[in-house]
């Protein structure tokens, strides 16, 4: 059965602190693997990574995707209250498969001031 | 204007009744997608449409239909609502051939 897992479920760090959430799956004919960041409403896009080793930036996020071992990370460094979210991992298998995304079940950041 | 709508925003029901969440995009794809989202649970599918006359089963889909009116159009029944069917339900869509999926601003379902 394809699963995405994330962790941690939740973590709580104060302003200026790095943190890194990981995803790691099992999915079949894995194509894609995407990060979104959701703050009390709808999941906004943040990433889409295929290639394993070539890390995606922007700004103060970064994501790397390793193939071999199933897994991403996604850094915050320098965080601000305003990176308070629920991120979001999710894995895209085969485009014929209707582009379905398996999510996990999310990782709540809380940045305190 | 936003890209995907959904409506109503909020609604409250009792247990039996009938109710359809509805969901309009402007962004011209094919692929449409219905979400539930319950605490700690992430994002499970519940239907996805390829177009208007292709759906499919997600992995969540007893007690739900939806019906895909047009290329724009992708509406989610409870039939008879229970009250663990009390979550927050979310549109997306996706175009072909890309993994990227494009969310409405969701619909925060309760069943009394």
């Known amino acids: 059965e394809d699963k995405v897992v994330q962790s941690p479920l939740s973590l709580v760090v104060h302003e200026g602190d790095t943190v890194t959430l990981n995803c790691s799956y099992e999915?079949?004919?894995?194509?894609?693997l995407l990060w979104y960041k959701q703050e009390k409403k709808a999941p906004t896009f943040l990433f889409m990574l295929?290639?394993?080793?070539i890390e995606k930036k922007s700004g103060r996020l970064s994501s790397i995707l390793d193939k071999k071992e199933l897994f991403s990370i996604l850094n915050i460094t320098a965080t601000q209250t305003g990176d308070s979210a629920v991120y979001l991992c999710a894995v895209g298998g085969l485009y014929n498969q209707g582009g379905k995304l398996i999510f996990g079940q999310g990782t709540e950041l809380s940045v305190k001031p | 204007d936003a890209d995907v709508t959904q409506t109503p925003r909020n609604r409250i029901t009792k247990t039996g009744k009938r109710i359809m969440l509805e969901c309009s995009q402007t962004k011209g794809h094919d692929r449409m997608y219905w979400y539930r989202q319950d605490p700690g649970l992430g994002l499970r599918l519940i239907y996805y449409s390829f177009d208007v006359k292709d759906i499919n089963k997600g992995e969540i889909s007893d007690g739900y239909s939806v019906s895909r009116q047009a290329q724009a159009k992708f509406s989610l029944s409870l039939e008879s609502a229970i009250p663990n069917q009390t979550a927050l339900y979310f549109c997306a869509t996706s175009d072909l051939g890309y993994h990227e999926q494009y969310f409405g601003p969701g619909t925060r379902l309760t069943v009394t």
């Open positions: 999915v079949t004919n894995f194509r894609s």
């Open positions: 295929t290639s394993s080793g």
